[in-house]
């Protein structure tokens, strides 16, 4: 079963465009929600995170916007670069006590901005 | 300083052979965490441990061994490896919530 649900698998884009890929949980004990950043042949990096204190942060030409209601997440890159081709993983988990260290992983989107 | 490391970065085997993955943190991350990346299933969780002498299982724990006596180190063995078992294998530390990962091992099973 699949708790964190992301979308769309692929997406391109042109150079100066706008990135956008959406998660959607299910858990709402979930309290933190990350980016993460994989470039081809290197392990996933984490690129931004939120709290659900918050309905957006930003930083650089990176955002997240979430939406608790809705129980929906969702990163934009703004200008997107050919440097921003990657695949990105949505993520979400219940905190850092005990075992909610675990994440519970999306499935990923491969991202290709061309030149 | 170099982080986290995973070795061997390629490895290639054949079916019923024993492997053992390497994963060494310089850091003093209590978490450490193998995943299991394929292509269309994303990262899986195969186990984790909370610290030295702790460990749990993941998603798809089958077919697989791991063991923490010492904080820095946490090896993930394929008892009788199996060509399912080939993957892109992650070796990551957890500090609070964000999780680094290793570079990787890439094993084929033949």
């Known amino acids: 079963q699949q708790q964190v649900k992301q979308s769309p698998q692929s997406l391109i884009v042109q150079k100066g465009g706008i990135s956008i890929i959406n998660c959607a949980y299910e858990?709402?004990?979930?309290?933190?929600f990350p980016w993460y950043q994989q470039f081809p042949g290197k392990g996933p990096a984490l690129l931004i995170a939120?709290?659900?204190d918050v309905s957006e942060k930003k930083e650089g030409r990176f955002t997240i916007s979430f939406n608790k209601s809705a129980k929906q997440f969702s990163l934009h890159i703004m200008d997107s670069q050919p440097g921003d081709s990657a695949t990105y993983f949505c993520?979400?988990?219940?905190?850092?006590?005990?075992?909610?260290?675990?994440?519970?992983w999306g499935l990923g989107t491969s991202l290709a901005v061309n030149p | 300083d170099a982080g986290i490391t995973q070795s061997p970065r390629y490895k290639i085997t054949e079916t019923g052979r024993q492997v053992t993955l390497m994963c060494h943190q310089t850091?003093?991350?209590?978490?450490m965490f193998w995943y299991r990346q394929d292509l269309g299933h994303g990262l899986r969780l195969i186990y984790y441990?909370?610290?030295?002498?702790?460990?749990d299982k993941g998603e798809v724990p089958d077919g697989y061994v791991v063991s923490r006596s010492k904080t820095e180190n946490f090896p993930l063995t394929l008892e009788s490896a199996t060509r399912s078992q080939t993957s892109v294998y992650f070796c990551?530390?957890?500090?609070?919530?964000?999780?680094?990962f290793g570079p990787g091992t890439r094993l084929t099973v033949l």
């Open positions: 990551a530390t957890s500090d609070y919530n964000e999780q680094f």
């Open positions: 850091w003093s991350h209590s978490y």
């Open positions: 441990s909370a610290a030295a002498d702790i460990t």
């Open positions: 858990n709402t004990a979930f309290d933190y």
């Open positions: 939120i709290r659900p």
């Open positions: 993520a979400a988990s219940r905190g850092s006590a005990g075992n909610n260290r675990k994440l519970i």
